[in-house]
């Protein structure tokens, strides 16, 4: 009898193993293994211990790798040409002397990158996607983390904080990229942000810059916008950055300082210099040549900017010489990196 039960167990225990078996292969085979066993096989580190695809959406653009590179090369021809002619090219040996010049560039010492960011420029989302890929944050997805802790100063490592032979060697060795935009249509922006918008940011915008702006271009201000610097317009911000008054160029803040004063490339030649008007296909071509587009996408935004319709609205409201002026101010972004003046075509 002890036997006949012992058989029966044993059948019991095989027929239920049997059936957990071909349980788990019918999970198995629809995908729905719970999450903690899926992590065993998905959630494996690459080589640089970095997961594939992190963040967004594969984005693949329509333009084929050659046309982008051909691009790319018309485009350092002619910032090359430019650069040359207007003998505005700094001595590197300079730059690095004034190791301050070279505070907008970001390194990445793992991926070998160094990223010159440029504010208004999709900079946010770059600064994003670096700390996703140098571990500085704990998701994969750049969209997941918040604005401000992007651009807090000790994040990041910048180029001015290497010695002479460290920079040179980064120079030489690393992939160096920047993005650039259309100079009024960064100004418009940087205007609408820091001068229009409900931030703690603008708030710093307007009592540091705004209340300034007022006491000085506008004729009988009322006591509350000198005190607060909370209605701005366009055109007095515009007075303030060409009034010789204003400190030189080098020392504008950062978000209306001009492109070719932040990024230097006429010193530096970089190897993708992005469009902003082009974002997505140029953003793609960096990770394609930094061998990332299988770990990482640049994150696509939902809401396109809608600063370039704008543009002329904004703009209009300034006088032809004031318009001239500003024109002058950025002439070297202008032509460096072939955009047209509003009113000057």
């Known amino acids: 009898m002890r ?16 059936v957990f078996g071909l349980w788990l292969g019918v999970i198995v085979m ?19 211990s970095f997961p594939a695809n992190a963040g967004t959406e594969k984005y693949l653009p329509e333009k084929s790798i050659t046309t982008l590179e051909t691009e790319q090369t018309q485009r350092k021809k002619l910032a090359k040409e430019v650069c040359t002619l207007s003998q505005k090219k700094t001595n590197l040996d300079s730059v690095i002397k004034d190791r301050v010049l070279l505070d907008h560039i970001i390194v990445d010492e793992e991926h070998r990158l160094l990223y010159c960011y440029v504010p208004k420029v999709a900079c946010t989302n770059w600064k994003r996607l670096l700390m996703v890929l140098m571990g500085k944050a704990n998701t994969t997805n750049p969209l997941a983390i918040v604005a401000d802790d992007s651009h807090r100063l000790n994040v990041f490592r910048r180029l001015d904080n290497y010695t002479g032979e460290e920079i040179r060697y980064r120079l030489d060795h690393f992939m160096k990229f920047m993005f650039i935009r259309h100079p009024f249509e960064r100004l418009v922006s ?30 009988n201000a009322s006591e509350e916008s ?14 303030y950055i060409i009034d010789p008054r204003t400190v030189a160029r080098a020392n504008f803040n950062e978000h209306w300082r001009p492109m070719v004063d932040l ?72 032509r460096l990196f072939d955009y047209h003046s509003p009113g000057f075509d």
């Open 263 to 334: 990024c230097l490339p006429c010193t530096i030649q970089y190897n993708v210099i992005g469009k902003y008007e082009s974002l997505m296909d140029d953003a793609w071509l960096v990770l394609e040549k930094a061998n990332l587009n299988q770990k990482v996408s640049f994150p696509r935004s939902d809401r396109p900017s809608s600063t370039n319709s704008l543009v002329e609205e904004y703009t209009k409201h300034l006088t032809r010489e004031e318009l001239l002026h500003l024109y002058h101010i950025y002439e070297m972004d202008f």
């Open 3 to 18: 036997v006949v039960l012992l058989r029966r167990s044993k059948q019991l225990v095989l027929v239920l193993l049997s």
């Open 226 to 239: 000198l005190s607060r610097g909370h209605d701005v317009t366009f055109r007095e911000f515009v007075q």
């Open 30 to 48: 629809n995908g729905k293994l719970p999450s903690h066993h899926v992590s065993l096989v998905f959630n494996q580190k690459t080589d640089d």
């Open 190 to 219: 940087a205007f609408r942000n820091k001068f229009g918008q409900n931030s703690s940011s603008a708030d710093y915008f307007r009592s540091r810059y705004g209340r300034q702006i007022i006491k000085q271009y506008r004729t």
